[in-house]
């Protein structure tokens, strides 16, 4: 398919995925749920609009259209950025998203493959991404032009599954598979240095045979241009990009504060952050 044809079925208006509303969407759920994990929705909502806008293709608006581009969401507890895609799209209505959480909700607060546009049931980190690989080789064993974006925390990267993953994608040559790292620095326990340190990062992904480029994961232009660029090189190999973002981002008071992995809002901080973001929420 070439990028013309490609580009006709994309999902492209701009004013359907700005980052505010977004953020805004993750904290009206956070808040009616009284659930956490806002902390790791933030920092991938501009990862996520740049998929969801430019490069993920769903036939006729369809979650589940044969042809559609995969999405695994390994890092499942930030499936809130998600859903708010997701209710862009039309996928989830207003109600849904009222009533996240709630009992009898199909939406819960990990990634659930039974909810259609989810692919993975994740949350038990690590695997998520070995699903994706498996998705992308059999895809490939096809000859399908469909493509595999599989989305991974930094502090996920501690589990042996991650790693098993990516020889096996390297061996068998699996380039419809790109892994995105949101690099934020931390994990649930703390900083993912303090944690377990994966030093050069980009140069041990590229010692296990992936193509490997490294941007600003809140800059939307920049995470488009390098998606593009690692598709269009490295044939025969599987393809990283690693998103160094902020933890909170968004949100002044939540930005790099750990405590908001498992902190829940009460009126006067779901108040605070609706201001914080602005008008454009």
């Known amino acids: 398919m070439t990028k013309k044809m490609r580009n006709s079925t994309l999902l492209n208006s701009d004013h359907r995925f700005l980052p505010a509303r977004m953020r805004r969407t993750v904290l009206d759920m956070a808040y009616s749920g009284s659930t956490v994990h806002i902390g790791c929705a933030f920092s991938i909502v501009e990862i996520l609009t740049v998929l969801y806008r430019n490069h993920l293709r769903y036939p006729d608006n369809n979650p589940m259209a044969d042809g559609r581009d995969y999405l695994v969401l390994s890092k499942g507890h930030g499936v809130m950025a998600q859903y708010a895609c997701m209710h862009e799209l039309g996928w989830l209505t207003d109600e849904q998203i009222k009533g996240y959480f709630e ?59 991650i790693w098993e993953g990516a020889l096996v994608a390297a061996h068998h040559k699996i380039d419809n598979l790109m892994m995105i790292v949101d690099k934020n620095g931390f994990q649930a326990m703390g900083p993912t240095d303090d944690v377990l340190a994966l030093g050069d990062l980009a140069s041990k992904l590229r010692s296990f045979g992936f193509e490997t480029l490294e941007v600003d994961g809140h ?29 909170g981002k968004g949100v002044p008071f939540m930005e790099s504060d750990n405590s908001w992995h498992y902190t829940r809002l009460n009126s006067q901080t779901y108040a605070d952050a609706i201001a914080a973001l602005g008008a454009a929420a």
Do not use: Y
């Open 219 to 247: 800059d939307e232009d920049e995470l488009d241009s390098a998606i593009h660029r690692l598709w269009a090189t490295g044939v025969g190999k599987p393809k990283a990009l690693i998103a160094t973002t902020v933890k």
């Open 103 to 161: 009992d009898g909700s199909d939406l819960k607060g990990l990634s659930d493959s039974r909810v259609p546009g989810l692919e993975v049931t994740s949350g038990s980190l690590g695997h998520g991404f070995s699903v994706g690989v498996g998705i992308a080789l059999g895809l490939m064993s096809k000859k399908a032009e469909q493509k595999v974006f599989c989305l991974v925390g930094d502090g996920e990267l501690n589990e042996g599954p």
